[in-house]
């Protein structure tokens, strides 16, 4: 996957978030992970942007491994949404489906850099 495509992807899923957010009920629960959803899925680009102006290859990584972060930390509140939202199910579990895959892909690509400065 190109850099362009991983770019546009990660700030196509943090509009969907933002989308979900917007059409789920406004209830106390859902506020609470609202914000850290907004937050983290928002990041997975931001933080995916930086890791393409890396000094070098560890800033790379390192970078990367936020994104990682973020990632992961999205998927666990939309499960946790699912939780309190199951009218939404089909909504929640394409971005869940849609996360996991940017964390796949984010997670090959540390290694992938890992492996090269081995050698």
């Known amino acids: 996957m190109s850099d362009n495509n991983l770019k546009n992807r990660t ?8 989308k ?4 789920l009920p406004y ?8 914000n850290q959803l907004v937050k983290s899925s928002s990041s ?6 930086a890791s393409q102006r890396a ?3 560890n800033d ?3 970078k990367l491994k936020i994104v990682e ?12 949404l699912l939780e309190f939202n199951p009218d939404y199910s089909n909504n929640i579990n394409s971005l869940i489906r849609e996360g996991t895959e940017i964390l796949k892909i984010i997670v090959a ?10 050698t």
Not at 11 to 18: C, H, M, Q, R, S
Not at 69 to 80: M, R
Request: charged share 20%; net charge positive; no cysteine.
């Open 11 to 18: 700030f196509k899923f943090a509009v969907a978030v933002g």
């Open 20 to 23: 979900l957010v917007i059409a």
């Open 27 to 34: 209830t106390g629960i859902n506020r609470v992970y609202f």
């Open 44 to 49: 997975v680009g931001a933080n995916y942007r």
């Open 55 to 57: 000094k070098s290859t």
């Open 60 to 62: 790379f990584i390192n």
């Open 69 to 80: 972060e973020e990632a992961d930390e999205s998927i666990y509140f939309l499960e946790l």
């Open 109 to 118: 690509s540390i290694n992938t850099s890992k492996t090269k400065t081995k």
